[in-house]
């Protein structure tokens, strides 16, 4: 009994995170409006969720300390957080913010592809499935409509977010020292390590932007509530509930929600093409959620193939 109330724990708080970290375009292209560059936008984020989690963990009377063999994979987590957030951010100066939310999407088929060849995870055909119809979803985001061209280097920021997002989910899954960090604990101290890299990114040149109306400093606090520790909470309970594949698939509500947001609030207009580019890759990583089903079906056609060919074969005989 309980065990199935942490799968259904698990699945509810993953579609959560999904849904939160959708909304980062909504509540940080108006700050790039304001005047504010991505690495300031992220350096308030990360610094303003900080207390926010301090207080949680002190009312549960939590220690902050953290043992030598957890301090590097914590670091670790927290400079592949900063860069896939960055990257991300740094993309909606070049790309339509939905589209680039829905590219991300890509990072469940890197986390399941990362665990069945460095973790030996079950290979099912499902995801070579899914792999396909990703492709042909990706082909039409990147395709240029008309006379207009999509951005080649803000794609790659969208390709190298995901990447590291998904190294950063599949390393909380895998990595013992971290799954022995509670959840609250871990995302302090990957915001914390997270923020020191762009305060390095500042020392080392990058401008430090504030935003020029009293209303951004409430888009700030909103991201440093809900796609930072609403969403990274949810996602790190969810993979010790339930792994890091599942819990990358149902990220299919994070370019929902990143979509809807782009049109709702930032009026941004998007094509058929880039609808039925959005609903493949949405399509393909469902696949994986249906993976037993259709595995079996497979499975079951492969059996039937054999026996139709040597019947084939006999007739000729």
């Given at each position: 009994m309980?065990?199935a109330?942490?799968?259904?724990?698990?699945?509810?708080?993953?579609?959560?995170?999904?849904?939160?970290?959708g909304?980062?375009?909504?509540f940080?292209?108006?700050l790039?409006?304001?005047?504010m560059?991505?690495?300031?936008?992220l350096?308030?984020r990360?610094?303003?969720?900080?207390?926010l989690?301090a207080?949680?963990?002190?009312?549960?009377?939590?220690?902050?300390?953290?043992?030598?063999?957890?301090?590097?994979?914590t670091?670790?987590?927290?400079?592949?957080?900063?860069?896939?957030?960055?990257t991300?951010?740094?993309?909606?100066?070049?790309?339509n913010?939905?589209?680039?939310?829905?590219?991300?999407?890509v990072?469940?088929?890197m986390?399941?592809v990362?665990?069945?060849?460095?973790?030996?995870?079950r290979?099912?055909?499902?995801?070579?499935?899914?792999?396909v119809?990703?492709?042909?979803?990706l082909?039409?985001?990147?395709?240029?409509?008309?006379?207009?061209?999509?951005?080649a280097?803000?794609?790659?920021?969208?390709?190298?977010?995901?990447l590291?997002?998904?190294?950063?989910?599949?390393?909380?899954?895998?990595?013992k020292?971290?799954?022995?960090?509670?959840?609250t604990?871990?995302?302090?101290y990957?915001?914390?390590?997270?923020?020191?890299?762009y305060i390095?990114?500042?020392?080392?040149?990058s401008?430090l932007t504030?935003?020029s109306?009293?209303?951004g400093?409430?888009n700030?606090l909103?991201?440093?509530?809900?796609?930072?520790?609403?969403?990274l909470?949810?996602?790190?309970?969810?993979i010790?509930?339930?792994?890091?594949t599942?819990?990358?698939?149902?990220?299919?509500?994070?370019p929902?929600?990143?979509v809807?947001?782009?049109?709702?609030?930032l009026?941004?207009?998007?094509?058929?093409?880039?609808?039925?580019?959005?609903?493949?890759i949405?399509?393909a990583?469902?696949?994986?959620?249906?993976?037993?089903p259709?595995?079996?079906?497979?499975?079951?056609?492969r059996?039937?193939f054999?026996?139709?060919k040597r019947?084939?074969?006999?007739r000729?005989?």
């Amino acid at each position: 009994m309980n065990y199935a109330f942490d799968k259904v724990k698990g699945y509810a708080l993953a579609a959560l995170a999904a849904a939160a970290y959708g909304t980062n375009p909504a509540f940080a292209v108006p700050l790039y409006g304001q005047g504010m560059n991505p690495v300031s936008v992220l350096l308030f984020r990360y610094l303003m969720g900080l207390p926010l989690l301090a207080v949680i963990m002190l009312l549960r009377r939590r220690s902050l300390s953290l043992r030598k063999e957890e301090i590097m994979p914590t670091i670790v987590l927290g400079v592949l957080m900063a860069v896939s957030s960055l990257t991300l951010f740094e993309s909606y100066n070049y790309m339509n913010s939905g589209v680039a939310s829905t590219l991300l999407f890509v990072y469940p088929v890197m986390v399941a592809v990362m665990m069945i060849m460095f973790f030996h995870e079950r290979f099912r055909i499902s995801t070579v499935i899914c792999l396909v119809v990703m492709a042909a979803g990706l082909m039409l985001l990147m395709k240029p409509q008309g006379s207009g061209k999509v951005s080649a280097f803000g794609c790659l920021l969208v390709m190298l977010s995901a990447l590291t997002y998904a190294i950063y989910i599949v390393m909380v899954n895998v990595s013992k020292s971290v799954r022995g960090i509670p959840t609250t604990k871990l995302l302090f101290y990957v915001l914390g390590w997270g923020s020191l890299v762009y305060i390095a990114m500042i020392c080392c040149g990058s401008r430090l932007t504030l935003p020029s109306e009293d209303w951004g400093w409430l888009n700030l606090l909103a991201l440093a509530i809900i796609p930072t520790a609403i969403s990274l909470a949810c996602t790190t309970r969810a993979i010790q509930l339930i792994g890091s594949t599942p819990t990358a698939i149902l990220g299919a509500l994070e370019p929902v929600s990143a979509v809807v947001l782009s049109v709702v609030v930032l009026n941004q207009v998007l094509s058929t093409q880039d609808i039925i580019g959005g609903l493949l890759i949405v399509a393909a990583t469902t696949v994986v959620i249906c993976a037993g089903p259709v595995d079996k079906a497979i499975l079951r056609m492969r059996k039937m193939f054999p026996k139709g060919k040597r019947a084939g074969e006999n007739r000729q005989k």
